[in-house]
């Protein structure tokens, strides 16, 4: 088990006190593809920050690779981050003072990996993700596509036990989309990495293992992926019409 | 990879926003090490500065000090603001909070050695021009010997060493006071329309015209009494003027739609409003440091200029002595010697009196008496009517250039003691202005009649001072004499201040201003180039959200060059508010301050203005380019 949460909640605000997550129970073992979907405002960015220890629960119990990560101190959590978890963002979130090569490195700077090993490690995953030729280059010459995977390079490089994806193709074309996502699967198949992924879009959604549907912080339901892909897709959109995004409400659409 | 290069690779991108403040790290540097180098000079111990001078000396590198913590501190908050945003990533990417404190110690440090190196040799190579201008200053025979002080380089070192190591440390409160949360949540986080409160307008508005209104009585005593009110009203009236009154004033644009929605106004001032809070703050810095500036340079400068007209007004006799040892004779003889052709002489005896009536003289019981005749004399010598004092009445004459001038009823009785016998008379008025030199037993004098002033004199044994003062034809020739006669008082045990003359206040007014005028302009300096390095920071840390309204702006079919317009707005607002609004702050306060001078003198500070204007749009153009540039 990678990841053990049982009741967790996030209470906002202390006199109007509003429950971004109520009571979520989540396990995921090692090797999944987890996708988590639901409307907005539903809790899933409350989820992952939890999940990414950046907030601390309100209450319930938080386990991550056997670690209890409830009671550690920031210092604590940083190194925890550093060696545990790989993230990667909506909008990239790589330094423009660094190059793309740089910037995938920062794990292993902070970890203080000696730099034959960098150099290892940078080239083996940079020929694997197609990104050799912009290594040199500056986030802001290269494309969005190319941006993207400098960053999962980046979450990936230190071979962390969870990684953490908060709509990773949001800001990215049809095409560059479905290449990361390749990419994701085949590193998820190859290398047994786990991924926690949050998305909106169902046909990224549906690269996962197993999908959570999450609705005002609470667990909802949740399917797993069958021997085709389209059939995973068709339920991801029946589920997600029937739980409504901002304009649908549930009760309408059973009418 | 390592921290270090990581440092040093996060200046390198950011170089365009580190300039100005490198430019003013440096200055700093170099004017600390300047001021140092003076202070641990060999020369201080032969004792040729005179003290007040030194004082000065330690109190601008002070000043100094306090600046460079004020504002490297400022720049390194704007900066980590400016960075929110990677720091966060750094810490969600697990680097713990020391780490992130040690990767801004590395960076400041880096920046500020290099700082410190170039504002070092700088400093090395002006400490020649420095000293030069100091010996001037301070009218030294031979100029002080420039010397590398290797103390003076270890104090400045040090000192911006320890500068570098407290506000990196104390970057960690600022960092763990960002949330990392920032970088995952939505970037653009909602500001709230900013509101004024009439009321604020109000204070603002009633702190500023009473500050304008107390300062105008140009006397120095009324002043005195008034000015810390004055500079807390003011700042309390400029501070809210920029946070209520800037916002009452675009609300008040709205109303006017015909304007308001006109060309790329709208975009201007909603943009200015919702920046205001931050911006307000910005300002009002600037305000200030350009008030201080045009202030003490225009004071200071004035002054200076002014000092032989100030000198004259203050003392019309070239030459005052009282109870001159040397008789008419050898005074005749001496007036030869010096080549000196009398215009006026005028003698007359002052009668040392005490009073021990409280209500007119709280602190000093000593009353100076002199006749009516000798107060006409001197009203004549000063062109004025003469008066005529009726036996047991009793005119006060306060004869000093920091009273106003004028001359005011009185209705009032008072004693004087002269050995038993008491004296009642009757005050009847009060005259201000410049009569004769001030010394001691001229500054307050009282005028009786001839018959009292006689009858006073012969009913005791009270001291009765012989005063002389002489006009000259040639008064500038006059310095050799006064000083032999004040080398002669001194031979004789007698004070020196019992002799003045026109051309030794003078010599006292230039004597005292010309140090400050020098030690003001370089804090003027100092300070100038610190308000456009802010403004500066402001508009560089403003710029992304800039560039993305540009952009916008541009795909709705705004032309690049109108968007541009924009900015340059901006800019030039941000410029040109503080220095209207400092200059006219310093307008009122050098009214204030040129109380001696009977009459506000633009002459010099209309110099320095312009100069400052000059330099100020330079910054401007230098600050529009990059920013343009940067977009």
């Known amino acids: 088990m990678i990841l053990e949460a049982k009741k967790l909640s996030k209470i906002y605000g202390n006199a ?10 989540l396990m995921i073992e090692k090797g999944e593809f987890v996708g988590i979907m639901g409307p907005s405002g539903s809790g899933k960015s409350t989820l992952l ?11 319930g119990s938080l386990m991550i690779d056997g670690q209890d990560v409830r009671g550690m101190n920031q210092n604590q959590l940083a190194d925890f981050r550093r060696e545990k978890l790989g993230f990667i963002f909506q909008d990239f979130q790589l330094l423009d003072s660094l190059s793309i090569k740089e910037n995938i490195l920062i794990p292993l700077v902070l970890n203080k990996v000696s730099s034959a090993e960098m150099e290892d490690r940078v080239q083996k995953l940079a020929s694997y993700l197609g990104i050799e030729s912009i290594l040199h280059k500056r986030p802001y010459e290269v494309s969005g596509g190319q941006k993207q995977r400098a960053a ?17 193709t949001g800001n990215l074309d049809s095409k560059s989309a479905k290449d990361l996502m390749e990419i994701l699967i085949g590193i998820n198949r190859e290398a047994k990495t786990t991924i926690l992924m949050v998305t909106h879009d169902p046909v990224t959604a549906s690269y996962c293992n197993r999908i959570l549907f999450i609705k005002d912080g609470k667990w909802l339901s949740e399917i797993y992926q069958g021997e085709k892909r389209a059939a995973f897709f068709e339920q991801i959109l029946l589920m997600q019409s029937s739980l409504g995004g901002e304009q649908y409400d549930a009760k309408n659409i059973r009418l | 990879m390592t921290l270090k290069t990581f440092a040093y690779k996060n200046i390198h991108h950011h170089r365009t926003s580190y300039s100005a403040y490198f430019l003013s790290c440096i200055f700093a540097v170099c004017v600390f090490y300047l001021y ?5 000079h060999p020369m201080l111990k032969k004792d040729i500065f005179p003290d007040s001078f030194l004082f000065l000396m330690y109190l601008v590198e002070i000043i100094v000090a306090l600046f460079a913590f004020l504002f490297i501190g400022y720049s390194q908050s704007a900066f980590l603001r400016n960075r929110k945003q990677d720091i966060g990533l750094l810490q969600i990417l697990g680097m713990p909070i020391r780490q992130v404190v040690r990767l801004i110690f590395w960076e400041n440090i880096s920046v500020g050695a290099l700082a410190l190196l170039i504002g070092l040799l700088t400093g090395l190579i002006g400490s020649k021009f420095f000293f030069l201008v100091v010996s001037f200053v301070l009218q030294l025979s031979d100029p002080i010997p420039v010397q590398m002080s290797f103390k003076a380089i270890l104090f400045t070192t040090g000192f911006f060493f320890c500068l570098f190591l407290i506000l990196s440390w104390g970057s960690r409160l600022t960092i763990q006071k960002q949330s990392i949360s920032e970088v995952l949540r939505e970037k653009a986080q909602e500001k709230r329309q900013p509101i004024f409160s009439v009321w604020l307008v109000f204070i603002s508005l009633v702190s500023i015209s009473v500050a304008y209104y107390l300062s105008f009585p140009s006397s120095f005593v009324g002043v005195i009494k008034h000015l810390i009110f004055i500079i807390l009203l003011l700042l309390i009236g400029t501070y809210l003027g920029y946070t209520q009154l800037s916002v ?28 205001l809070k931050d911006n307000a703050r910005i300002l009002f810095l600037v305000t200030i440091f350009t008030s201080i500036v045009l202030t003490s340079v225009g004071v200071s400068l004035t002054y200076y200029n002014e000092a032989d007209i100030v000198g004259e007004e203050q003392a019309p006799y070239h030459l005052t002595t009282i109870d001159n040892p040397l008789n008419s004779k050898q005074i005749e003889q001496k007036l030869q010697a010096y080549r000196m052709k009398t215009k006026a002489h005028i003698q007359f005896l002052i009668l040392a009196l005490k009073t021990d009536d409280r209500r007119k003289n709280v602190n000093n019981p000593n009353v100076s008496i002199i006749s009516n005749g000798t107060l006409n004399s001197l009203l004549k010598q000063a062109k004025k009517k003469p008066i005529s004092i009726h036996a047991k009445q009793v005119v006060q004459i306060w004869n000093s250039g920091v009273w106003e001038s004028g001359e005011q009823k009185q209705a009032d009785s008072f004693t004087v003691q002269q050995g038993k016998q008491s004296f009642s008379l009757q005050w009847i008025a009060s005259i201000k202005g410049v009569f004769f030199n001030e010394h001691d037993l001229t500054r307050v004098m009282w005028a009786v009649s001839d018959q009292t002033f006689r009858e006073l004199q012969q009913a005791g044994q009270s001291p009765v001072h012989m005063v002389d003062g002489y006009q000259f034809f040639n008064p500038k020739q006059s310095m050799p004499l006064l000083e032999s006669i004040q080398r002669y008082y001194q031979a004789h045990h ?18 005292l201003f010309s140090p400050l005028l020098f030690v003001s302009v370089f804090i003027g300096m100092l300070f100038f180039l610190a308000a456009g390095s802010i403004l500066y920071f402001r508009l560089y840390i403003e710029l992304p959200s800039e560039r993305k309204q540009v952009k916008l702006l541009h795909k709705l079919g705004l032309q690049q060059k109108q968007g541009e317009k924009i900015v340059v707005r901006q800019i030039q607002i941000l410029f040109m508010l503080p220095f209207v609004v400092g200059t006219i702050h310093s307008l009122a306060a050098l009214n204030l301050c040129s109380f001696l001078l009977h009459r506000p003198i633009y002459t ?4 320095l203005w312009v100069s400052y204007l000059l330099l100020g749009i330079i910054y401007y153009v230098w600050t529009k380019r990059q920013i343009l540039r940067a977009l």
Request: charged share 20%; net charge positive.
């Open chain 1, 152 to 168: 999962a390079a980046r979450a990936l490089i230190h071979n962390p036990s969870l990684v953490l994806a908060d709509e990773p």
């Open chain 2, 248 to 275: 009452a004033g675009i609300s008040l644009l709205e109303r006017f739609p015909k304007w308001f929605y006109c060309g790329i106004n709208m975009f201007l001032f909603s943009q200015l409003r919702y920046r």
């Open chain 2, 604 to 607: 010099s500070y209309f110099g």
């Open chain 1, 49 to 59: 920050q939890l999940l990414g220890t950046i907030e601390q629960p309100s209450s």
């Open chain 2, 494 to 511: 007698l004070a020196g201040k019992d002799v003045s003359g026109t051309i030794l206040v003078q010599k006292f007014f230039r004597d």
């Open chain 1, 16 to 25: 109007a006190a509003y429950r971004a997550l109520d009571q979520f129970d």
């Open chain 2, 36 to 40: 140092a180098a003076l202070l641990f």
